[in-house]
RNA sequence: CGGGGCGUAGCGUAGUGGCUAGCGCGCCUGCUUUGGGAGCAGGAGAUCGGGAGUUCGAAUCUCCCCGCCCCGACCA
């Protein structure tokens, strides 16, 4: 393969486009990489289909290396099966919709589940058929709220998407974990530094999920990391360690106390430090002494609306996103003033566990952090304008209607598997994996008859790779200032051979070496441009971002080229002789 | 959906009531130049997001609409 920059389609930009953010939207546009045609949608253009098609030929490998196979849904579906699953009502404003001329409602898959899911209903009946695992690199559609950093997060991208069919549970645990050592091998190809964190859970009892995520500062999802083990989880799976139960005795008697002018929980600490009847003996009190307990709005999927009330310590607000992801498909928001009204025992500001609890006069369900376990006292609301109450002692003074692990992770957490420190990060979720269990095969009725004749629901699992994401997560990971820098597998080319000069010479015998190297299997992107100054070449081949440029030029006449590496920037001249035989050992190695 | 910002040529931008809307990049023609985004000369390219209004006069002021970007909400 040539590519002649003389007839290539490409334009590359020597300002950042104003519209863009991060760096790989940036380059990949400068780059003439890619171009916005709408919100979250984007043409590839020559060069960037290169490189998207090497992304996925790469996926596409490892997915049929592991045994699977490919199959190719349409991108339009029909509503009858989201229907059945009642995702056509679940997704929401993000499902892509549309009518045909009869007015029957089609739309844009946002995932496959239900269509792989049919699709093996009509073919397979036996558990001699199972295991099965089928797959699809198809362009999804979801309309999201707010697309945002170019080609990471789209309105339209691609993924790889796989689905598993097992008779039993044990099968599941195997169709996952080939996926799980088939992506660590896609994405190892890809060049991309990732990791494998745990995305549900575990005290939910929810299935085995975990997510590849890219780390970068761009990152959308937040993880934690332990530093002394390998734990590593979403914010949202993180759990957190209860403390043993503490000693109750010795603990003076609730008290409630006049805490004028303490609507937040920092005046209310220094309020108790301040007054002499009210300070510890042994230390301040601090933020972590009070039991911060805060109102949502929990509304079902079936438009139902139930008040819940979360207690954690004062120096931690609740992760709407921890919260949501112990709710769901349920949505939480925070008390509005009209929920305070159709709740007159609840004061605002002065909320504390008396008002509150099924077996309250509120009747609001009362979950509570798992740092608050039997024994610890708190300061908290008093559920009247202006007072708290202290020494109110978990286990002793009240008790809540169960446990939530939904305040914020913070940086220097314990880990929950080893206790060591964890630290936070961000990441791009480049892949997913998931034990998804029987509620498809469930919805859509998917039976095989097992070795005894039975009937069995069969268990699912699916599996995702962002693959134009992965694009966009390779260039967050690998550019400097200059540009990017494609590792060489989903490089465009393998060299950026450019030729300079005002002579002829350099460029035939830039054009000698091309087709050199084109016979011998190197992918060749040969600046071939008459009459375009040296600096703007080199600078478009730092910006473009081939592994390996070549340059043609000034030491020629002594019969040297140029081979330099464009990530560590190490140039070498070497004999015009040996030029072939050194790029081949340089692309093969 | 809430908050903030922005919309002027392919790209980046200047222009806050006044004359023919300015500049840089890119593009076209010619000459020169050729190891780090070259020089000179000439040129093409803009319904100033759209509509309505105020005014002698609107890119500029007012109203409505549309679109985009960022933060948040949302996002198996």
């Known amino acids: 393969m040539i590519l002649r920059m003389s007839t290539l389609f490409l334009r590359t930009l020597r300002d950042d486009p104003a519209d863009a953010e991060v760096p790989s939207h940036r380059l990949l546009v400068r780059g003439g990489y890619v171009r916005r045609v709408a919100p979250g949608v984007f043409t ?32 339009m579906l029909p509503r009858e099966p989201y229907e059945q699953t009642n995702r056509w009502t679940e997704y929401g404003d993000t499902l892509f919709r549309l009518k045909d001329r009869k007015g029957a409602d089609y739309l844009l898959g946002p995932t496959h589940e239900e269509m792989f899911t049919l699709l093996v209903k009509g073919e397979y009946s036996s558990y001699k058929d199972l295991p099965l695992v089928i797959y699809q690199i198809q362009t999804k559609f979801r309309d999201e709220a707010r697309p945002r950093a170019g080609i990471l997060r789209g309105r339209e991208f691609v993924m790889k998407d796989s689905y598993s069919f097992d ?36 005290a939910m009892g929810g299935s085995a999920s975990e997510e590849f995520l890219a780390p970068t500062e761009v990152g959308e999802d937040s993880f934690v990391r332990c530093t002394s083990c390998d734990y590593a989880a979403n914010v949202e799976a993180v759990v957190t360690t209860a403390p043993a139960d503490a000693e109750v005795s010795g603990v003076p008697a609730a008290h409630v106390e006049q805490t004028p002018d303490t609507p937040t929980i920092e005046t209310l600490v220094d309020l108790a430090n301040g007054r002499d009847d009210l300070a510890r003996a042994d230390r301040p009190w601090t933020a972590a002494d009070t039991l911060k307990n805060v109102l949502f709005m929990v509304t079902g999927t079936d438009g ?38 159709a709740h007159p025992s609840l004061v605002k500001g002065y909320i504390g566990p008396g008002a509150l609890g099924e077996a309250s006069a509120s009747g609001v369900r009362y979950l509570v952090d798992p740092r608050v376990v039997s024994g610890t006292r708190w300061i908290t609301g008093a559920n009247e304008s202006g007072r708290h109450v202290f020494d109110l002692v978990a286990g002793r003074d009240f008790s809540a209607d169960g446990v939530i692990d939904v305040a914020e992770v913070r940086e220097g957490d314990a880990c929950p598997a080893c206790g060591g420190q964890l630290t936070l990060a961000r990441g791009i979720e480049i892949g997913h994996i998931f034990q998804l269990g029987r509620k498809y095969a469930e919805a859509l009725d998917l039976k095989v008859l097992d070795e005894t004749g039975r009937l069995v629901t069969v268990t699912m699992g699916s599996y995702g790779i962002g693959v134009s994401r992965a694009v966009a997560a390779i260039a967050e990971q690998s550019h400097d200032e200059r540009g990017l820098i494609w590792p060489r597998e989903v490089s465009p080319a393998d060299i950026h051979l450019i030729a ?35 600096g703007v070449k080199f600078n478009d081949s730092e910006l473009l971002g081939v ?24 140039r070498e001249d070497v004999p015009v002789a040996d030029v072939i035989e050194v790029i081949r050992a340089i692309v093969a190695a």
């Open 44 to 75: 590839w253009l020559p060069l960037g289909f290169l490189v998207y098609r090497n992304v996925e030929a790469i996926v596409r490998n490892e997915m049929d290396a592991a045994g699977f196979q490919e199959v190719h849904f349409p991108a």
């Open 167 to 202: 008779v039993d549970d044990d099968g599941l645990a195997r169709s996952y974990a080939r996926h799980r050592d088939a992506y660590i091998a896609t994405f190892e190809r890809l060049g991309l530094d990732f990791v494998i964190v745990s995305a549900m859970s575990g």
């Open 304 to 341: 139902s609306r139930t008040p819940l009330a979360v207690g954690v310590p004062g120096d931690r607000e609740v992760d709407l996103k921890r919260l949501e992801a112990v709710l769901q498909p349920g949505i939480a928001t925070v008390f509005e003033e009209a929920d305070f009204v």
């Open 500 to 534: 300079t000069g005002k002579s002829d010479e350099a460029f035939e015998a830039a054009e000698v070496i091309a087709t050199q190297l084109d016979a011998v299997g190197v992918r060749v992107l040969f600046d071939d441009r008459r009459g375009v100054s040296p």
């Open 547 to 570: 592994p390996t440029i070549v340059v043609v030029g000034k030491r020629l006449a002594e019969g040297f080229i140029e081979i330099k590496d464009r990530r560590t920037g190490d």
